[in-house]
């Protein structure tokens, strides 16, 4: 079974940057598409990255495109998310999750597996 332990949330100010790491226990990490969500205090959970299974093909929101990078390392069983220009409302918990997908999406309940999260605080 998958299991993740994330990392590099914290507080930073406006227009800094923060990089997040997720790894993963368990031989099958190359398997997955791997996404990023996140979830900010009464609001649903909702998508910021994904990545294919080889790494080869991102996709992001508008809302994050062009100041988030998502990247992932099959050979240390990791997933980044390195976040650039952040704002207030990047402010959240931010969530890495596996899909067993042959292809990139969105959609929340296709992630089966998930991370415990990692608090991203952007204030000044």
């Known amino acids: 079974q998958l299991q993740f332990a994330e990392s590099g949330g914290g507080l930073v100010q406006p227009g800094g940057s923060l990089r997040l790491s997720c790894a993963a226990s368990?031989?099958?990490?190359?398997?997955?598409?791997m996404g990023w969500f996140r979830q900010a205090p009464g609001k649903e959970r909702e998508f910021v990255a994904a990545?294919?299974?080889?790494?080869?093909?991102?996709y992001y929101p508008d809302s994050v495109k062009g100041r988030f990078t998502i990247s992932r390392d099959n050979a240390e069983n990791t997933v980044y998310l390195q976040m650039n220009s952040l704002t207030p409302e990047d402010t959240a918990v931010y969530y890495c999750a596996a899909a067993p997908s042959r292809y990139m999406t969105t959609t929340r309940y296709e992630y089966t597996v998930w991370g415990q999260g990692t608090q991203v605080t952007v204030s000044s």
């Open positions: 990545i294919n299974r080889s790494g080869g093909s991102t």
């Open positions: 368990g031989r099958t990490f190359s398997s997955y598409v």
